[in-house]
């Protein structure tokens, strides 16, 4: 007995069959598999940038993510680098010494697959940059040298003038302790002195005011910034004839004045005096 088809019922079957082969093929998708690499391309030194390749099947097309791992170069487990996460790298200063790697994973709705690249040569350090010598200077005849001089003053430790009794006599003020040192160094000109070092050793908490008189002044008066102790501003080329006064003061003690005149063709002379709290100027005994 033959079965008759109307052409409605044959167009149902057809659709029918369609839609079972389309259900087929959807549930049977092609695993990916990693069929290339990875490889690396490119030199492994800092600042280069380095390419990861690969290949790979798989039905729908899978989808790659790619990981940069430094590998210790006397082996052990290599880890992976925060936030290199594409095919492309740049390498960096943290790589020196290491190995690079590159790890692939590829995945679709068959599943997944992955691989790891062979390892780089180590990653080299940052080379020192070259350096052309200077060739020495042509030999000069050395000038003679001009006489020196040093001049430090007393390092005794002076003791307070004597205070006369009185009935309402005032407490007697105190010694600065250390009490200041001045020194003067430096080289004679002809036309007087190049000094290249002028220096005070003093408590802390003093005054110290230099007050100058000269053609070659750099200031008539300068206050010396707290806790400076080198006057380098008066480090320079002096006439003869110039003075510099030194006074290191502190409220209610007994402080110091040094007073430097320039000479021609011989050492600074120099005379150093006790400063009372008021201002006056008077010899230190022991001095």
């Known amino acids: 007995m033959k079965t008759r088809w109307t052409r409605g019922a044959l167009a149902l079957a057809l659709t029918a069959a369609a839609l079972l082969l389309a259900v087929a093929a959807a549930g049977a998708a092609n695993p990916p598999r990693i069929t290339d690499g990875p490889t690396i391309e490119g030199t492994p030194q800092v600042g280069a940038e380095l390419q990861a390749r690969g290949s790979w099947s798989g039905g729908p097309p899978p989808e790659p993510s790619w990981t940069w791992l430094r590998c210790p170069r006397a082996g052990g487990p290599c880890a992976a680098i925060p ?151 008066f480090e320079r080329n002096l006439r003869a004839g110039t003075r510099l006064e030194i006074r290191i003061t502190k409220v209610g003690y007994i402080g110091k004045r040094t007073l430097i005149v320039i000479r021609r063709g011989q050492p600074p002379s120099r ?4 400063v009372e709290p008021g201002g006056r100027v008077l010899r230190c005994a022991g001095l």
Do not use: E
């Open 83 to 233: 936030g290199a996460t594409s095919d492309r790298y740049r390498v960096v200063a943290a790589d020196a010494g290491s190995m690079l790697r590159v790890g692939l994973v590829v995945t679709n709705k068959g599943g997944s697959d992955q691989a790891q690249s062979a390892p780089t040569a180590p990653v080299p350090g940052a080379s020192a940059p070259t350096v052309t010598p200077t060739p020495p200077p042509a030999a000069t005849p050395a000038p003679t040298p001009a006489p020196t001089f040093d001049v430090p003053g007393p390092v005794v430790t002076p003791t307070p003038p004597p205070v006369t009794p009185v009935t309402s006599a005032a407490p007697r003020p105190a010694l600065l302790k250390p009490f200041p040192v001045v020194r003067i160094k430096g080289a004679l000109t002809w036309l007087g002195a190049r000094v290249t070092l002028l220096s005070v050793r003093a408590p802390r908490g003093v005054r110290i005011v230099v007050a100058c008189r000269g053609r070659d002044c750099p200031a008539r008066r300068y206050r010396a910034p707290r806790g400076t102790h080198r006057l380098r501003r």
């Open 271 to 274: 005379s150093d005096r006790c």
